[in-house]
């Protein structure tokens, strides 16, 4: 069995914080440390965002702890949320716009990036806006609602010459850097069965909430919260799913899951042989990913919502410090546009259509009781 993680992850490193020390040789990661030694004092991308919601206020706190990124601009449909974000974040009023004026965003050079914190139902038709206005996009998870889409949108990205990225801030989350490495290089072995599973009890919802409407959600938990399981599946094991079989739970609150699915598990194989299970939830509140290879095991609970997050393996536990998600991915993914490279395939429209080609397949699975091959 190769060396544990924590040591090898902390030892060449030479940074301190705090009494923790962290490496800072991982690629994702380099960015928002690079700052504890080289403070970054270049140009910041000007961003965008598209839908003040609630992730949108999280972010706007990314923003303002970003190195390479900041808030230049918001797009609302509501006057008052304008005139509040004006205020609050300093905000040009030439940089405000709302769903109608979107597209003149196209003759405003003060805009390099537009993040898109809409509604599910919404990621295809302003990301494919944005890009043709010439903007670099965010766009939440899950991309879209169908592979399709995925491809519509990056191939709207590439014919208008910007980049296309996905929300994934976990790929720039220590703890979740640390599991990929054990995975993938094989740290205790083959990894042969992964559980992921994230919930979260929505009683209590509104009925006009959009998350319980078909158009604008896509579906239910698997659309709200399948990707992070179905991410952290392939990231550990470097390997992409052949074949799918899934289960929709029973609703126990049918009056509030009229159009989408309340309960969902499914169990994806893998070309090494490993098993992944999960099940994602609307009726209680679950968070964890366990992995178990030949020669021992690693965990993180909780493992997926914004933390702090615990992780052990069956050696030792690994607790890396706390970070503002955020910003590190702002940080990841803004530090490659202003100079000019290429995103990593792991953040881009790519993965989400990969994680989305595995969606479809989860539902097709599930509605038709079949086992569905995904390549
Ligand atoms: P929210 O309901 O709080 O915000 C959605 C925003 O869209 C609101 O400001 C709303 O006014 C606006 N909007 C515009 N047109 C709308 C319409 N027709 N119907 C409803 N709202 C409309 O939702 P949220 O939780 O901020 O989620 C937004 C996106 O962010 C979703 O895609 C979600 O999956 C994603 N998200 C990601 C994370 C993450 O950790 N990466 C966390 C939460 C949400």
Redesign the pocket.
């Known amino acids: 069995m190769k060396k544990v993680s924590r040591r090898s992850f902390v030892k060449s490193i030479g940074i301190g914080v705090g009494s923790t020390t962290i490496l800072p040789t991982l690629a994702s990661f380099d960015s928002h440390y690079l700052k504890l030694i080289q403070p970054y004092s270049g140009k910041k991308l000007n961003v965008a965002l598209c839908?003040?919601?609630?992730?949108?206020?999280?972010l706007a706190n990314g923003l303002a702890e970003s190195e390479y990124c900041q808030l230049s601009g918001i797009i609302?449909?509501?006057p008052e949320?304008a005139k509040n974000w004006k205020a609050k974040y300093n905000i040009p009023q030439k940089n405000i716009y709302n769903?109608e004026s979107f597209d003149k965003i196209a003759r405003n050079n003060d805009i390099d990036l537009i993040y898109?914190?809409?509604?599910?139902?919404?990621?295809k038709e302003y990301t494919i806006r944005a890009a043709n206005a010439g903007k670099h996009v965010i766009v939440?998870?899950?991309m879209a609602f169908t592979e399709k889409d995925c491809q519509e949108m990056i191939d709207a990205c590439k014919s208008a010459k910007v980049q296309l990225a996905v929300?994934?801030?976990l790929h720039y989350e220590p703890h979740h850097i640390e599991i990929k490495r054990l995975g993938q290089e094989k740290v205790f072995g083959e990894v042969r069965l992964i559980h992921a599973s994230l919930g979260y009890n929505l009683t209590g919802t509104p009925l006009d909430?959009?998350?319980l409407?078909k158009s604008?959600a896509g579906g239910g938990a698997l659309?709200?919260l399948g990707v992070y399981c179905i991410q952290s599946n392939r990231y550990v094991l470097g390997e992409e799913p052949v074949s799918v079989t899934a289960q929709f739970a029973p609703k126990t609150m049918p009056e509030l899951f009229k159009e989408v699915e309340e309960n969902i598990t499914w169990q994806l194989n893998f070309p090494s042989g490993a098993v992944c299970t999960s099940t994602v939830s609307s009726n209680c509140n679950i968070d964890r990913f366990y992995a178990s290879a030949e020669n021992g095991s690693f965990e993180l609970s909780p493992a997926i919502s914004?933390g702090p997050f615990k992780g052990r393996t069956s050696v030792e536990e690994f607790n890396f410090p706390v970070i503002n998600?955020?910003a590190a991915q702002l940080d990841g993914i803004g530090k490659h546009i202003i100079e000019r490279q290429q995103l990593p395939s792991h953040i881009s429209g790519e993965e989400g259509l990969k994680d989305m080609r595995v969606i479809e397949g989860i539902y097709k699975a599930a509605k038709t009781g079949n086992k569905i091959k995904l390549n």
Request: hydrophobic share 25%; net charge positive; no cysteine.
């Open positions: 839908g003040l919601g609630r992730y949108a206020n999280i609302t449909g509501t949320k769903y898109i914190v809409l509604p599910n139902g919404m990621h939440e998870k899950p929300g994934y801030r909430d959009w998350h409407n604008l659309m709200n914004y998600q955020q």
